[in-house]
């Protein structure tokens, strides 16, 4: 069973910054790539970034821990239109080199105006 528990959301004014984290534990082989989604209500999950990828969007940067199984998404310049729930999503490879992909249980950012 993999788990991936995301931290750092939150509420924060306009321009400013959160650092979202996402830890994956479990029994895996390795992971394949992590990256960060978000989703706000009656639109589908979008984008935001994944480890292949780097930096997106001018304003995020996405990084990586690998001994930690962690990864992070630094945003800043925050805009009210950046207010969704981000979710952390990893593809994960077992002994067998099959790959699973797994999902956080999002966390919330609110950018107030």
């Known amino acids: 069973q993999v788990q991936l528990v995301e931290s750092g959301g939150g509420l924060v004014q306009a321009g400013g910054s959160l650092r979202l984290s996402c830890a994956a534990s479990?029994?895996?082989?390795?992971?394949?790539?992590m990256g960060w989604y978000r989703q706000t209500p009656g639109k589908q999950r979008e984008l935001v970034a994944v480890?292949?990828?780097?930096?997106v969007k001018g304003r995020f940067t996405i990084s990586r821990d690998n001994a930690k199984n962690t990864v992070y998404l630094q945003m800043n310049s925050l805009k009210p239109e950046d207010t969704a729930v981000y979710y952390c999503?990893?593809?994960?490879?077992?002994?067998?080199?099959?790959?699973?992909?797994?999902w956080g249980q999002g966390t919330q950012v609110t950018v107030s105006s």
């Open positions: 999503n990893a593809e994960v490879v077992f002994g067998t080199l099959r790959t699973y992909s797994y």
């Open positions: 479990g029994s895996f082989f390795s992971i394949k790539t």
């Open positions: 480890t292949t990828s780097g930096a």
